[in-house]
Structures are given as C-alpha cells and as structure tokens.
C-alpha cells in the first residue's frame, strides 16, 4: 500500500488557521461593511454565501467515503461497538461537563457580558462559548481520522467504516442531542434550523458524494478516482473552510484584539476533552482486548471532531459572528497539532497490545 501523508494543505493546517484569524481581524478592522453585508444576503436565517462556503467543505468529504464497506464491519463488531459507545454515550457528555467547568465556571469572570444570537435572544457569552464546544462534542470523526489512522499503522479498513457509520449515524442523533443538551445548557434552541442544518451540511453531502463516488467509479475507475480527482477536490474542501474562517474573524476581531485571552481559554478545555476521550477509548481497547491495528484508529477515531458540522451548525444556530461559531473554530485550531501528538502516543504505547 502506497504510504499515505499529510497533504500540503493539512500539514499547515494550524499555520493556515492561524493566518485566517490574523487576516479576518484586518478585515473586519479595515471593512467591517463586508462581512455583514454577505450574512445579510441569507433565506430563513441560512447565509447563502456561508452556505455555499461549508457546502464545500461538507461535500469533498463525503466523497471520500465507501459505503460499501460499512457491510464488511460486522464481520468484526466488537471496534465499531466501541468507538459509537464513546461518540454518542460517553464523549457529547465529558465535553458539556469540561466546557461547563471551565468556561462556565473556572474561567466565567474572564468571559463577561451577552450577546445577542440572531439579533433576537440575549444570552450570557460564556453559554455561547459553551455551546460551541457541545457542537463539537457531538460531531465525531473528521476525514482527515483516515490520514490519522494511516499514520499510526492502524485499520485502514476500520476507520473508513467508522468514517462511513458516523455520518450516517449524525442524521440521526446529531439534531435530538444537540438540542437537548444545548436547552440543559439554557440556549434557545430552533429545532427547524437544527434539522436543517443536519440535512444541508450532512444529509445534502452525503447524497451527492455517494452519487459522485458511484458515477465516477463505473466511467473511470477507482485509480482515476483517488489519483486525480480526489488529489484536486481535497483542497477545496480546505480551502472553503479558510474563507469561512476569514468571514467568521472578521466579525470577531474586535472583540479578540480587546480579550486575546478568549482563544487560549476555550482551547483548554477543548485539550483536556481530546485527551480524556482518546485515553479512554485506548484503555477500553485494551481491556477487551482489541488489537492494536483496530484500537488506535478507534482511539484516535474517538479524539477526532467533524468540526466542519459544528461549525455549520453553529453559523446556522446563533450566527457568523456568535461566540459559539468562534469556540468551533477554536477546535479547528488546535485539531492538527493535538491529532499528531496523539498518533505518536499510539505508535511509542504498541508494544502494550
């Protein structure tokens, strides 16, 4: 099997986010007209122009996937069982606890004031903060978890189902979980937008991608496929998400230039969710005695964010400029160092398996 590697795009991935913030701030600074002008131009609350913007980050995505092998995963159930237990039962729940205690109580006095979400709910911005980290929380499992994976010598075939179960499973769970535990978090919560946004940003993809897949695949093949048009679609799907970001900063950069402390602090518990789901999941692994090509990809499948749906969603839910969508991207800042360190975690502890 031809090594799989970080493409250039997401190597710099932090590099690329970070220069985002910097460029989005001067944005806002310098034409602070823009931004709201194009989250003006939306239908029923849905910004066209963010719209299109994740609809590209969602569809490369979903592209990539291969249904076909979610059939082959009951041969081998006890890894699947594992990794949905800790995506759906135990990691929406740790990360509300960790964000409450941090941001909503440790760190609550370095996060004064309200906000406004959609111009019509006053909130206390450290709920929205809060919220944001639900909405990762409960988003499983991106698709660079394959880049992961491959990395730390795991299941290739594992993560790709995981990957394919996950999005599936999202259509389900993500709006009825997101909403009850944004409503314990005392956020106003429009189901309709909610179930919209699940179908626009995974329901809408996930379609097309499957479709693409299968045309492709019966005209040109599956080497055609994944040399040539997977190696162009990818960075868009990047790329998409950088513009998204750039608008998203520009809203903000007031308000991080006046508090810069405010991407630190939400990163913390962010960090310490990460790694309590991946030792977690690890530790479980071993106890029922996993080997190790499929407990790593498990543990790091369980670490993993889809932060492209939270960050739809919570543009969606509270609005570009919305503490929420803010602490989304912040997990997207820290996603590619935090993943790495962890693939090495998983390739120094083999020998334990």
């Known amino acids: 099997m031809e090594e799989k590697k970080l493409s250039f795009f997401e190597r710099y991935l932090t590099l690329w986010v970070t220069g985002c913030i910097g460029f989005g701030i001067l944005l806002g600074k310098l034409f602070p007209e823009i931004a709201y002008t194009l989250d003006k131009i939306s239908i029923y609350q849905v910004s066209i122009p963010i719209a299109i913007c994740l609809f590209f980050m969602m569809y ?73 980290c639900i909405l990762l929380g409960i988003a499983p499992c991106t698709a660079m978890v394959l880049v992961w994976g491959h990395l730390a010598k795991g299941n290739d075939g594992h993560t790709l189902v995981m990957v394919a179960i996950n999005s599936l499973t999202m259509l389900f769970l993500y709006a009825p979980l997101g909403g009850w535990l944004l409503g314990v978090n005392m956020m106003p919560i429009p189901w309709q937008t909610i179930v919209l946004s699940v179908v626009i940003y995974v329901g809408v993809p996930l379609f097309l991608g499957y479709h693409t897949r299968k045309f492709i695949l019966a005209k040109k093949g599956i080497k055609w496929f994944e040399d040539k048009f997977l190696h162009y679609l990818t960075p868009v799907s990047i790329g998409a998400l950088l513009v998204t970001l750039i608008l998203l900063f520009s809203f903000k950069g007031e308000l991080i230039i006046n508090q810069p402390q405010i991407i630190f602090l939400i990163a913390i518990p962010l960090f310490i969710q990460t790694c309590l789901i991946f030792a977690l999941t690890y530790a479980l692994a071993k106890w029922l005695k996993l080997p190790y090509r499929d407990a790593a990809p498990s543990a790091l499948i369980g670490a993993s964010n889809h932060f492209e749906v939270a960050i739809a969603t919570s543009t969606i839910l509270f609005g570009l400029s919305s503490g929420a969508a803010l602490a989304t991207v912040v997990g997207v800042l820290i996603e590619v160092p935090v993943m790495l360190m962890l693939v090495k975690v998983c390739l120094k502890t083999k020998r334990i398996f």
């Open 60 to 132: 490369p995505i979903m592209v990539k996937i291969d249904f076909a092998e979610v059939i082959k995963a009951g041969k081998t159930p006890k890894p699947v069982i594992l990794t949905l237990f800790i995506n759906w039962c135990i990691k929406p729940f740790t990360m509300f606890a960790i964000a409450t205690l941090f941001l909503g109580v440790l760190f609550k006095k370095f996060l004064p004031g309200t906000e406004l979400i959609k111009g019509v709910s006053e909130v206390e911005l450290f709920r929205s903060y809060i919220s944001g």
